[in-house]
Nanobody
Framework: QLAESGGGLVQAGGSLRLSCIASGRDFNDLGMGWFRQAPGKEREFVAAITRSGSSTHYTDSVKGRFTISRDNSKNTAYLQMDSLKPEDTATYFC????????????????WGAGTVVTVSS
């Protein structure tokens, strides 16, 4: 089970940090990631991190602004979002998978319910 938190309303240029707590299985065995879905648009991949945290991957539109990380001692993954833009407005979903980054990008096994991020101009 995945539970996201940290969404909210922020002005353009601001920052938010999303958190995702995983329960019910060994967090160390799971790659983690984030997707988002803007109103009227398809769901898109945002970022992913390997089980150890040694590798990360981002979609081009967030590179240099977003940082994914994890704390295996707290069963928690994070998405630090800086320099936010109105086009970042979306529902953000935490995902987990036993596979690596490539698998997460295509078909993650587990999904959270989502947290809403709204960036005002």
């Amino acid at each position: 089970q995945l539970a996201e938190s940290g969404g909210g309303l922020v002005q353009a240029g601001g920052s938010l940090r999303l958190s995702c707590i995983a329960s019910g299985r060994d967090f160390n065995d799971l790659g983690m990631g984030w997707f988002r879905q803007a109103p009227g648009k398809e769901r898109e991949f945002v970022a992913a991190i390997t089980r150890s945290g040694s590798s990360t991957h981002y979609t081009d539109s967030v590179k240099g602004r977003f940082t994914i990380s994890r704390d295996n001692s707290k069963n928690t993954a994070y998405l630090q979002m800086d320099s936010l833009k109105p086009e970042d407005t979306a529902t953000y979903f935490c995902v987990a998978d036993r596979g690596g980054i490539a698998t997460i990008m295509v078909s993650a096994d587990f999904w959270g319910a989502g947290t809403v991020v709204t960036v005002s101009s």
